[in-house]
């Protein structure tokens, strides 16, 4: 079994930053790719960004130039640097973890809300 443990979420003012982290355990056996997630209320979960094995990154369009996704792939942790932040990216975050088998494990998920 695999754990995701999130952290680093809460409130704070627009044009403000927060920094989330995801820090996996378990029965890892080799991983493909490390992501983030969000979903706002009476919308879809959407991607945020992601992270695979070779350090190639993935981002949304709405949070290309503000948000970083960088990993430590000894302490198998994922963090997601958030700048300038804005209303619309209120949501619920949540770290997501893919095999190389293609399983997929999601965290329990993290409140980032942005006052305006």
């Known amino acids: 079994q695999v754990q995701l443990v999130e952290s680093g979420g809460g409130l704070v003012q627009a044009g403000g930053s927060l920094r989330l982290s995801c820090a996996a355990s378990g029965s890892i056996s080799s991983i493909a790719a490390m992501g983030w997630y969000r979903q706002a209320p009476g919308a879809q979960r959407e991607l945020v960004a992601r992270?695979?094995?070779?350090?190639?990154?993935n981002y949304a369009d709405s949070v290309k130039g503000r948000f970083t996704i960088s990993r430590d792939n000894a302490k198998n942790t994922v963090f997601l640097q958030m700048n300038s932040l804005i209303p619309e990216d209120t949501a619920v975050y949540y770290c997501?973890?893919?095999?190389?088998?293609?399983?997929?494990?999601w965290g329990q998920g993290t409140q980032v809300t942005v006052s305006s």
């Open positions: 992270i695979f094995s070779g350090g190639t990154t």
């Open positions: 997501r973890l893919t095999m190389t088998s293609m399983r997929t494990y």
